[in-house]
């Protein structure tokens, strides 16, 4: 564990020192932003807004006190929104979907030489594969947890107002109430941090595949399974910290 | 030139490098020949600086490149010109997109324009002017081995290593690329380092062979040379070759079989 830890840091450390030129990283994290980011907006958009669509109704169904008003509908799912579900179930859902594409990429490129083909031209292959990598994650999250936050409460009032649970007016109401601006902070700080621990995981299962292609595969599973186990432990610790 | 003195290297306590020592001249084709497992790829990747050699230094035209500085190292691995066994293309990348890579990064600068020149120039060398549109998956095993060519000489490297540049390939086509490599070697006058198996590249263009055994250097000399080496390690390798079988049978059932080889050889001309 504390050697895997330590390959982890000079992993890292190899990465940043010995950079390529400016124009040849920005080049590169613009193409994997592009990977990352735009080409996730779908499934995205459709596990936020479904996500906020059955909060709402369960809260709900739970919510049968009369004395309760029906603004809270719209309060909690606001409040689950920001602080848990947008950023942990959108980091989840990427790392299953970026990091399996990270990790599968690198170690396929990585079996068929063309790492090493990197390396003998004199080319920093930690630098030109990994770094745009990681930057555009870090980038590329936050903005899919904004995308997230605003179509799970979008989600919500569509379910609560189509399927008549409450009206329009009490879920804005709700939504409006004591809104601590903090939160949205603390759901981007969550977002840049899951964003280097799937990368990074990922990126770091990835380059160090050997083997055939079966190894890829175990690669990529082993990417997405410690990268969620890593983005839970975050969460709570991140909770603990700055809540 | 490149010089190899006293180099080890183990995996795990097993040695698989046990002092070689050799020279690979220049303007020549250097064939590193041995059986499967006799530590050939892996001195090759200890030359390249794929892998650091445990001890011994390797000096590339007088420069020592082992335990150097990095930007020595890297002003000697911007010469090197490698083409891999698998031919180790970027599949994201088109052929000319390959063969512009190292031009992209190692020469920043050239224009676009030259850049794109001396790409249609290195396809055109390699005989695949019109592929450069192609993605790698589209081409065949040999068409690859002539990109991976083309991008080794791209940079104008000085050195150019080869790690078993005929696996995968046909008779006809290894024999082609055997050509083309022998033809780049001398045309540019650089250093190739081949690392193979195949006795079809002995006689095709073995100018000097260095025979690997259980990771020694047990003889180093020319195709000319070969044939009658008193190693018998070399011997056993050389005669269990399905090349020279099939030419040993010819020669049982009538004459010429063997001795088309080795005056193939003796003349510096393929069977």
């Known amino acids: ?243 | 030139m490149i010089e190899v003195s006293n180099i080890e290297k183990s995996f795990d306590g097993t040695p698989v490098l046990k002092g070689i020592s050799c020279v690979f001249e220049t303007g020549k084709c250097n064939l590193l020949l041995g059986g499967s497992g006799t530590g050939k790829s892996v001195l090759l990747q200890c030359i390249v600086g794929l892998m650091k050699p445990d001890i011994g230094s390797i000096t590339f035209d007088g420069t020592v490149y082992t335990n150097s500085k990095v930007d020595i190292r890297q002003e000697i691995r911007r010469k090197i010109g490698m083409l891999f066994q698998g031919s180790a293309l970027f599949d994201s990348m088109t052929v000319a997109q390959n063969v512009e890579f190292p031009l992209q990064m190692l020469t920043p600068e050239m224009t676009p324009a030259e850049r794109r020149e001396r790409v249609e120039f290195c396809l055109k060398r390699v005989g695949l002017e019109n592929a450069g549109d192609k993605m790698p998956a589209e081409i065949s095993g040999g068409m690859k081995k002539r990109v991976g060519i083309a991008r080794a000489i791209a940079p104008h490297c000085t050195y150019l290593f080869c790690d078993e540049p005929n696996s995968g390939l046909d008779p006809a086509t290894s024999i082609k690329i055997d050509e083309l490599i022998r033809e780049i070697t001398h045309e540019y006058g650089i250093t190739t380092v081949i690392v193979t198996h195949d006795m079809n590249s002995v006689v095709e263009i073995g100018e000097h062979i260095i025979f690997l055994h259980k990771g020694h250097k047990l003889w180093d000399g020319t195709k000319e040379e070969i044939l009658n080496a008193e190693v018998p390690e070399l011997k056993e390798f050389i005669f269990s070759s399905s090349l020279v079988r099939a030419a040993k049978k010819v020669d049982d059932e009538s004459e010429g079989g063997l001795a088309a080889i080795t005056e193939g050889a003796t003349n510096g001309g393929g069977i």
């Open chain 1, 1 to 243: 564990m504390l050697k895997t830890l330590g390959t982890f840091v000079l992993f890292l450390r190899g990465m940043v020192t010995r950079t390529e030129r400016f124009s040849v990283l920005w080049t590169r994290t613009i193409d994997e932003a592009i990977l990352i980011g735009v080409d996730s907006i779908v499934i995205v958009s459709i596990v936020s807004a479904f996500i906020g669509a059955v909060t709402c109704v369960q809260i709900a169904y739970n919510l049968t006190n009369p004395l309760i008003p029906q603004s809270t509908i719209g309060y909690m799912v606001r409040e689950m929104t920001i602080l848990e579900l947008a950023p942990t179930i959108t980091s989840i859902v990427l790392a299953g979907k970026v990091g399996s594409s990270i990790a599968g990429g690198l170690g396929t490129m990585r079996i068929t030489e063309q790492v090493s083909a990197l390396e003998v031209m004199g080319i920093n292959s930690t630098s030109y594969l990994v770094l745009p990598r990681i930057i555009a994650a870090l980038v590329m999250f936050p903005m899919l947890v904004i995308l997230a936050m605003t179509l799970s409460i979008v989600g919500g009032y569509l379910a609560g107002t189509l399927t008549g649970v409450m009206t329009a007016q009490d879920y804005i109401e709700g939504i409006r109430t004591d809104f601590i601006p903090y939160n949205i902070l603390f759901a981007l700080i969550k977002a840049v941090v899951f964003a280097f621990l799937v990368s990074g995981i990922s990126a770091f299962k990835g380059y160090n595949t050997t083997g055939g292609a079966l190894e890829v595969g175990a690669a990529s599973t082993g990417a997405v399974t410690n990268s969620i186990i890593a983005i839970l432990i975050a969460d709570f610790a991140l909770a603990a910290l700055l809540l």
